[in-house]
């Protein structure tokens, strides 16, 4: 811990709370009860093997049908739904970058691909709504599961070059074209023969991921793995 962040820590302490029921810990955790709720919920809804949409039990659903070979798949660990939807918005709106750990923390118990991974890599915001926003929550995520595993994160290589408008409220074309050469990378020989973990908050229809790992592969990455916190309910 640097020394700022010993300050940081003596003014404003993090909470010790359950982020989902906001129950008292000994630490910033998920607590059981809200496990088992979530285990129950993950499999009441069922999850599309391929892209991790909820709500959609199968191999392959409308939203990752298309993806290339090299797309291998993406982990959403909650369903964009009540109390992890409030917590990805206190996160997102009210810049509350202090609940990421506990979040990353879940998003690592599900990660059942650790070793086929070389290199993370968040899903970068574009500078202006960096900007607006101070920071970027995947970013954030990204570099806690890169603490907790030892591989390295890099937050330069992928770049948003388009400032995209919201995506919210368009059907899955609008989406595609809205994106297309949105993203870039800086320096292509580093992700070079590579697998890419690609972390982001949530994956809606997975027009980001798709584009993103698109745009990855066509610079060298070998293959494209997602996690996600939350994905979407069909
Ligand atoms: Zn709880
Ligand atoms: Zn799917």
């Not at 989902?20 to 999850?47: N, S, Y």
């Not at 959609?56 to 993806?67: A, D, L, Q």
């Not at 388009?162 to 899955?172: A, I, S």
């Not at 610079?219 to 494209?224: D, E, T, V, W």
Request: proline content about 6%.
């Amino acid at each position: 811990m640097s020394f700022l962040s010993i300050i940081s820590e003596l003014i404003f302490p993090t909470p010790r709370i359950c982020p989902f029921c906001k129950k008292k810990m000994d630490k910033l955790m998920v607590c059981q009860e809200c496990r088992v709720k979530l285990a129950k919920l993950r499999e009441k809804l069922g999850q599309c093997r391929r892209c991790g949409s909820f709500g959609s039990p199968s191999v392959v659903c409308t939203n990752c049908r298309t993806w290339p070979q090299y797309v291998k798949y993406n982990v959403a660990v909650v369903p964009y739904y009540e109390e992890y939807r409030e917590v990805l918005h206190l996160l997102k709106f009210q810049k509350q970058g202090w609940l990421t750990p506990a979040l990353a923390d879940l998003m690592l118990d599900f990660m059942p691909f650790k070793e086929s991974i070389d290199l993370i890599i968040p899903v970068p915001l574009h500078k202006n709504r960096f900007r607006e926003r101070g920071f970027n929550q995947s970013a954030l995520l990204a570099n806690r599961i890169s603490a907790r595993t030892n591989i390295p994160v890099n937050h330069r290589l992928l770049i948003r070059q388009l400032d995209t408008p919201h995506q919210t409220g368009l059907d899955l074309a609008s989406r595609r074209k809205n994106l297309l050469n949105a993203f870039k990378v800086e320096k292509p020989l580093e992700i070079k023969g590579k697998s890419v973990l690609l972390i982001d908050d949530t994956l809606t229809t997975g027009t980001t991921f798709l584009e993103c790992a698109k745009t990855l592969h066509k610079n060298g990455a070998k293959n494209i793995y997602g996690l996600t916190f939350a994905a979407g309910i069909k």
